[in-house]
């Protein structure tokens, strides 16, 4: 049953309301769905007026992109070694490991959708 709903689900996007709220060079996590039953958290940052998404499972070692201000008003943080992240493109600019899962972010009137 929730392969059938994940089918008839994906390709449309998850509406976050009020993110236009969200200053720039912070970040704030976002619950897509119940994380017990397959749901996603992803992390929203607002860099250089734009918002991107990000999961919030670190590539490293399933540590957790944690949300609040962003490092140096850029760069998205995983606390438990420190690595730092690039909103934009997920890339590790601190620490060596594969890139963050990256998801297709929509602003419109005030709200966001997220392909995740
Ligand atoms: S688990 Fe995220 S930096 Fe190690």
């Known amino acids: 049953m929730i392969d059938f709903l994940r089918t008839l689900f994906r390709g449309r996007p998850a509406l976050i309301k009020g993110t236009s709220k969200l200053a720039e060079g912070y970040s704030k996590k976002v619950d897509l769905g119940d994380p017990l039953a397959g749901g996603k958290q992803v992390v929203l940052c607002r860099v250089r ?10 590539p490293h070692a399933a540590g957790r992109i944690t949300d609040g201000p962003l490092f140096d008003g850029k760069h998205a943080l995983c606390p438990l070694h420190n690595y730092l992240f690039e909103p934009e493109t997920g890339r590790a600019v ?6 963050a899962k990256t998801y297709k972010v929509r602003e419109r009137d005030g709200d966001c959708e997220v392909w995740a």
Request: glycine share 12%; hydrophobic share 45%.
């Open 94 to 99: 601190r620490g060596a490991c594969a890139n």
């Open 49 to 58: 007026g734009k918002l991107y998404a990000l999961d919030a499972v670190c």
